[in-house]
C-alpha cells in the first residue's frame, strides 16, 4: 500500500512542476527533483510491503522493514503535506485566483510569495536529505536485498459485470443437496412457522445460499409476503423492525396501497417516539403493532442474515407474529446449536419456544438446523473452474483438480476458492506456480516465473514441505491478493474499509468518491469516472467485491464486501494509516495528527456531536442514523433550549481539518438545521459534499463560493432548493445532484461548465437556450431537468448540442398542455449514445401516416431510432398502439416500465419481431388496459412466439381491469402480480404452469429501505 501512497504523492508533485516549468520558476526545477528522488524509492517498496506481511519472516528484519515503510509513508504524505499548505496559504491570500497556475504566478512576482517560495525550498530540502537518511538506513540495515518487483504480466480479465442479475446467481456456488433440504422445508405448509438455521463458518457460503433461495421464483412464489434484513454489527433493534415493516408493506400482496401507507406511517412516529426514553416503550409497542397488522394475515419469508449472538436469535423469535400456515424464517448464523444425536443422520428438528428459546418450551414453531459443509476437492475443483473460465468443462475440471487440491489443501471454503480463482485469472498458467509458493510464505514474487533456487532456498522448501499441511487461511488468501494488486487499485480496494459488510453500496456514488480522493488518473481519453468503472470491473473480476446488481445496459449498480474481506481491509487500513474506522457513542475532539482519512459509523445515537480537529484530516465519512420526528418546520424555541439542557444540542466543526476533500455527511445534524455552518468555505481543498437524511435543510451557505475546487454536490437526498448565485462559475464541478432546485438557482445563460457530468434537479430555464449554457455542457453524461415548458424546436435544439448524453429525464410542467417530443428525441442522431430515458408528462401522438413524410433519418423506409437505449420510463404520456409498434423497433431496448396513465388504450398489441432484446417489463397503474397479445395470436398463427423472445419478467401493478396476457413466450419464467386480480386469475389457469407466478411486489436482494418521513 505504500507504493501507492508514493505513487499518488509523484503524480501531484509532477502536476505542479509541469505548472511551475511552464513559468520558468525555480521552485518547478525542486518539485521536480523532489519528484524524481520519490520515484526512485518507490521501486523498492512493493516487495518491501509484501515482505512486511510476511508471517514466516525473521522477527528483526520483518521489524527494520515495517519501521522503514511506515517512514517512507510518513515521507511522502509530507510531501503532499508540503504542496497542499502552499497552495492553502497562496489561495488565502490571491483574493480570487483560485487556480494553480494563478497561485504560481503569485507566489513568483507578489511579495508574500517571494517568502512563500523560500519556504517551499527549505521544506523540500529537508524532505530530500531524509530521502538521503533513508537510503543510508535501507543499507545499514542490510535492507538492500529487497528485490524491485517487475511489472506482472496482464492477460484480459473475464468481465462478470456484464452478466444480467440472473446469470449472477446460476454462476452462484450453490450445492444440490444444501439447496433441496431448505427448499423442502421452505415448502412445507405446516400449521405453525418454520424457523430454519443455516449455520457454518464465515465464508462458507451461508448468504449466497439464502440469497439464491430468495431469488428463487419457485419458492417465492409460495409466500405473500418476502422480506429481507441484514443484521449488521452493530444496529438498533427499532430500525430492523422499522425496515421489516416497510418491506412487508412494500410486498404483501394483500391490503390496498393506503393501509400500506399507514402503517408506515405510524411505524416512523413509533421510532420518533424511541428517540426519547420517557416515550421508549410506547414506541417499542406501536412497533410491534405495526409489525403484527403487516405480516398476521400474510404468509411470509423472512430473511434474517447475520444473526450474531443468542439474545438476537430470542429477540427476532419472540416479536415476529405468526403467520398464515406455511410461513418461514430463515437465519443465517455463526451460532452453535447442540449437537445431532450419533444415532441420527437427520439435522436437527426441534421447537421453538415462546421465548425464542430452542429448548422445547411452547409449540409456536418448528426449528431446522442446516450446517453448510467446507468442499472437498471435486467441489472445490468444479467452482474454480466455474469462475475462472465462466462454466465448467469436463477435461478442464480433471485437468486442475491436482492444482486446486496442493493450494486449498483438500477441504476449504468457498469464499477462498472463488478468490483464489480471481487472483489467477490475470495470470499465464506458468505463473501458477508462483501462487502457490506465495501461499506456502515463500518470497517468490507473484506474477514473476519460477526462478532457480539457491542451494539454501531449496533446503527451507524442503523443510516447509515436511510440515503437516494445513488448509489455506482466508487471511493469507487475502495478502497475496492485496500484495498482486497494481499500485492504483490498492488505494481503490482499501476504501471499501470506510462501509460495512453484506450491504449495498452505490457503485456511480463510490467512483465520484474515488475521483474526489484523486485515486484515479484519466487514460487513453477516457474520463476518470470511466476509468474508475474499469478499475471497479477489475476488482469484481478478481472477487474482491461482490457485484450485486447491474442496471439494463449492463453497466454496475451496486456492490458489496464480504464480512472477511472488510475485517482484512479495515486492519490493513489501519496499519497503514490510510483510513480508521470511529465507532463510539460519542464523537468529539479527535484531534489525531496521523489521521487522513476517518469513517465515523454511529449505530445508536442519532444526536452525535462532531468536532474534528485533525490537521491532517483529508477524508470525512459519516453514516449516522436518521432521526425521525413527528414535527413539521423549525423547532421551537423551547425544543431548541430544551435539547441544550440535555446535552443534546446539535454541534458539528471541522474548522482544525483545513486540507479536507471529501466529506460526506449522512445523518449529521447542523447547529442551523436549514443550512451549513458559513466556515465551510474555509475548506478550499474540498472536491467531494455529500448530505443526506438532512430534511430539513433548505440552502447552502454563500460561503460555498469559496470552494474553487468542489467536483461533486450531491444535496439529493435533502430539501435543499436554494444555491448561491455564483455557485455555477465554478469550472471545476462535474456533478451536481439535487431533488428540485429552485428557478433562481439553475445555471446562468452565460455560465461555462465543460467538465460537468451530471446535472440533477434544475428548472428548465434560460441556461437551456438556444446561446445559454447547456451548449457550452459538452461532457454532459446525465440530465434531470424538471417543469419543461419549452416550445418543441428550442427543446430539441438544446439537447441537439448533447452528444456525450447516456442519461435523461424530463418533466413537463403540471399545470401546462406541455407535449414531451418523444418521437424527435427517439430519432435524433446527436443522442446516439443515450442509454436510458425517462419521461413524465404527456408525449405527442404518434400517427403512422407521418413516419414516412417527416424530415427524421429514414434509410430503405425505416425510421432512424437512437440504437444504444437500453431502459424506456413513461409517466402520464397518454401513449397509444401506434406508439407500442415504435418502441418494438428499438434495437437494443431491454427494459420498459409504462407507469400511471402512460397507456390509454384497452387492447396493447406486441408485432410480430418487435422488442426483440427486451427482458424486463413493468406496467403500473393503467386502469384502461384489459388485454395484451402478440399480433397473429388470436387467429391461431404460429408467428406468434417471434415475439419478445427474450423477456423474462413481467411486472404488473394497481391494472385491475387486465385479463390477459401473452404467456407462450420462449424465456418467460416470472410474472410479478400486484393488486391486479382479473390478471391473477387468468395466470392461474393451468396452462400457465410453466411461468412462476409471485403475488405482491418482489424487492431487491440484501437492499435496505430507509423509511423517510416527508
Known amino acids: 500500500m505504500t507504493e501507492g501512497v508514493v505513487k499518488f504523492a509523484v503524480d501531484k508533485l509532477e502536476e505542479m512542476a509541469v505548472q511551475e516549468l511552464k513559468l520558468q520558476t525555480e521552485v518547478g526545477k525542486k518539485v521536480l527533483e523532489l519528484r524524481h528522488e520519490l520515484e526512485w524509492l518507490r521501486t523498492f517498496l512493493r516487495d518491501a510491503d509484501r515482505k512486511r506481511r510476511q508471517p514466516l519472516a525473521a522477527a528483526g528484519g520483518d521489524d527494520l522493514i515495517e519501521v522503514w515503510v511506515r517512514q517512507t509513508r510518513e515521507l511522502a504524505h509530507d510531501a503532499e503535506d508540503l504542496l497542499e499548505e502552499f497552495v492553502h496559504k497562496g489561495e488565502l491570500h490571491c483574493h480570487g485566483c ?129 422480506v429481507w434484513v441484514h443484521v449488521p454489527q452493530k444496529f438498533r433493534f427499532i430500525d430492523l423492525l422499522n425496515d421489516i415493516v416497510c418491506q412487508a408493506t412494500a410486498t404483501a400482496s394483500s391490503g390496498d396501497e393506503a393501509v400500506g401507507q399507514n402503517l408506515r406511517r405510524t411505524t416512523t412516529i413509533a421510532a420518533a417516539a424511541t428517540v426519547t426514553a420517557e416515550h421508549r416503550h410506547e414506541g417499542e409497542r406501536l412497533l410491534k403493532r405495526s409489525l403484527e397488522a403487516a405480516i398476521q394475515g400474510e404468509r411470509y419469508l423472512i430473511v434474517l442474515d447475520d444473526v450474531r449472538s443468542w439474545e438476537e436469535w430470542a429477540f427476532f423469535l419472540a416479536v415476529l407474529p405468526t403467520g398464515l400456515p406455511g410461513s418461514s424464517v430463515l437465519v443465517t448464523t455463526h451460532l452453535k446449536f447442540p449437537e445431532v444425536p450419533s444415532s441420527s443422520a437427520s439435522p436437527i428438528e426441534q421447537t421453538v419456544g415462546e421465548d425464542g428459546d430452542v429448548d422445547g418450551r411452547g409449540s409456536c414453531s418448528s426449528l431446522h438446523v442446516w450446517e453448510l459443509k467446507k468442499l472437498d476437492s471435486d467441489q472445490a475443483t468444479k467452482l474454480f473452474c466455474q469462475r475462472m473460465y465462466g462454466k465448467v468443462t469436463p477435461d478442464k475440471q480433471k485437468q486442475l483438480w491436482d492444482f486446486v487440491d496442493s493450494m486449498t489443501k483438500g477441504a476449504t471454503l468457498p469464499l477462498n476458492v472463488v478468490m483464489l480463482a480471481g487472483l489467477l485469472r490475470s495470470k499465464r498458467a506458468d505463473e501458477w506456480n508462483g501462487v502457490l509458493e506465495s501461499l506456502d510464505g515463500t518470497m517468490t514474487t507473484i506474477g514473476e516465473p519460477t526462478r532457480e533456487q539457491k542451494p539454501e532456498e531449496a533446503e527451507e522448501k524442503k523443510k516447509r514441505q515436511a510440515r503437516p499441511q494445513r488448509p489455506t487461511s482466508t487471511e493469507r488468501i487475502l495478502t497475496v491478493c492485496m500484495d498482486d494488486l497494481p499500485p492504483h487499485l490498492k488505494p481503490c480496494f482499501l476504501y ?100 487522513r482519512r476517518l469513517s465515523l459509523r454511529n449505530t445508536y445515537d442519532a444526536d452525535i456531536t462532531v468536532i474534528i480537529e485533525a490537521p491532517k484530516l483529508h477524508t470525512l465519512i459519516c453514516d449516522i442514523p436518521e432521526r425521525a420526528t413527528t414535527t413539521a418546520g423549525k423547532p421551537t424555541i423551547f425544543q431548541k433550549l430544551l435539547e441544550f439542557i440535555n446535552g443534546r444540542a ?87 445532484l439535487a431533488r428540485r432546485l429552485a428557478v433562481t438557482s439553475a445555471p446562468d445563460e452565460s455560465d461555462v461548465l465543460p467538465d460537468l457530468q451530471t446535472l440533477h434537479g434544475v428548472q428548465w430555464g434560460r441556461w437551456a437556450r438556444s446561446g445559454g449554457a447547456i451548449e457550452k455542457m459538452t461532457s454532459l453524461r446525465s440530465l434531470m431537468a424538471r417543469n419543461v415548458a419549452a416550445a418543441t424546436g428550442e427543446l430539441l435544439s438544446a439537447l441537439a448540442s448533447l452528444e456525450c448524453l447516456r442519461s435523461l429525464y424530463l418533466e413537463a410542467v403540471d399545470d401546462t398542455e406541455m407535449i414531451l417530443p418523444m418521437r424527435d428525441i427517439l430519432a435524433m442522431l446527436g443522442l446516439r449514445q443515450l442509454q436510458y430515458l425517462t419521461l413524465r408528462g404527456k408525449v405527442e401522438a404518434w400517427n403512422p401516416l407521418e413516419t414516412t413524410t417527416t424530415t427524421l433519418p429514414v434509410h430503405h423506409g425505416h425510421q432512424y431510432l437512437i440504437p444504444n437505449l437500453a431502459k424506456l420510463e413513461l409517466h402520464r404520456s397518454e401513449c397509444d398502439e401506434s406508439l407500442i409498434d415504435v418502441l418494438a423497433r428499438l434495437p437494443n431496448l431491454a427494459e420498459l416500465l409504462l407507469d400511471e396513465a402512460s397507456y390509454i388504450k384497452p387492447y396493447m398489441r406486441f408485432p410480430i419481431g418487435g422488442f426483440a432484446k427486451l427482458r424486463k417489463m413493468q406496467m403500473t397503474s393503467l386502469d384502461k388496459l384489459t388485454e395484451c397479445t402478440v399480433v397473429g395470436e388470436d387467429d391461431g398463427g404460429s408467428h406468434g412466439g417471434t415475439a419478445l423472445p427474450l423477456l423474462q419478467h413481467v411486472s404488473v401493478f394497481h391494472c385491475g381491469n387486465l385479463n390477459k396476457f401473452p404467456v407462450k413466450l420462449p424465456k418467460l419464467d416470472l410474472f410479478t402480480i400486484h393488486d391486479s386480480e382479473e390478471l391473477k386469475k387468468f395466470m392461474e389457469a393451468d396452462d400457465k404452469k410453466h411461468i412462476n407466478v409471485v403475488h405482491g411486489r418482489m424487492p431487491n436482494r440484501r437492499r435496505v429501505v430507509a423509511p423517510k418521513e416527508r
Not at 509 to 526: D, S, Y
Not at 562 to 569: G, K, N, P, S
Not at 692 to 699: G, L, N, Q, V, Y
Open 496 to 595: 471499501f474499509a470506510g462501509f460495512t459488510a453484506q450491504t449495498p453500496i452505490d457503485a456511480v456514488k463510490l467512483l465520484r468518491l474515488w475521483v474526489a480522493e484523486g485515486f484515479i488518473q484519466a487514460k487513453n481519453g477516457q474520463t476518470t469516472e470511466e476509468r474508475g468503472a474499469e478499475c471497479l470491473k477489475e476488482l469484481i473480476s478478481r472477487c474482491l467485491v461482490q457485484l450485486v446488481e447491474t442496471d439494463a445496459a449492463g453497466k454496475v449498480t451496486t456492490v458489496s464486501v464480504h464480512q472477511a474481506v472488510l475485517d482484512f481491509v479495515q486492519a490493513e487500513a489501519h496499519d497503514t494509516n490510510f483510513l480508521h474506522v470511529h465507532s463510539t457513542a460519542a464523537v468529539t475532539g479527535i484531534s489525531n495528527c496521523a489521521t
Open 650 to 736: 446539535p454541534t458539528f466543526s471541522v474548522h482544525g481539518s483545513k486540507f479536507l476533500r471529501v466529506m460526506d455527511l449522512k445523518g449529521v445534524r447542523m447547529p442551523n438545521r436549514e443550512t451549513l455552518p458559513e466556515e465551510i468555505g474555509w475548506l478550499i481543498h474540498l472536491r467531494y459534499l455529500g448530505l443526506s437524511h438532512a430534511a430539513s435543510m433548505k440552502r447552502l451557505p454563500n460561503s460555498i463560493n469559496k470552494l474553487r475546487n468542489l467536483q461533486t454536490l450531491d444535496v439529493s437526498h435533502t430539501d435543499v432548493e436554494a444555491l448561491p448565485w455564483r455557485f455555477w462559475r465554478n469550472p471545476t464541478l462535474r456533478h451536481v
Open 98 to 226: 483560485f487556480d494553480l497556475p494563478s497561485f504560481l504566478r503569485w507566489l513568483r512576482h507578489s511579495a508574500a510569495g517571494v517568502f512563500a517560495r523560500h519556504a517551499i525550498f527549505d521544506e523540500i530540502e529537508d524532505i530530500k536529505e531524509r530521502i538521503e537518511g533513508m537510503k543510508k538506513q535501507r543499507k545499514e540495515c542490510n535492507l538492500e536485498k529487497l528485490s524491485c518487483a517487475s511489472k506482472p504480466h496482464r492477460k484480459q480479465y473475464t468481465d462478470w459485470s456484464t452478466l444480467t442479475e440472473l446469470e449472477i446467481e446460476d454462476n452462484l456456488h450453490v450445492e444440490t443437496e444444501d439447496y433441496n433440504k431448505i427448499k423442502s422445508w421452505l415448502l412445507d405448509k405446516t400449521p405453525q412457522t418454520t424457523v430454519i438455521a443455516l449455520t457454518g463458518k464465515s465464508g462458507i457460503g451461508k448468504t449466497t445460499l439464502a440469497s439464491y433461495l430468495y431469488r428463487k421464483s419457485e419458492i417465492r412464489k409460495h409466500f405473500t409476503c418476502a
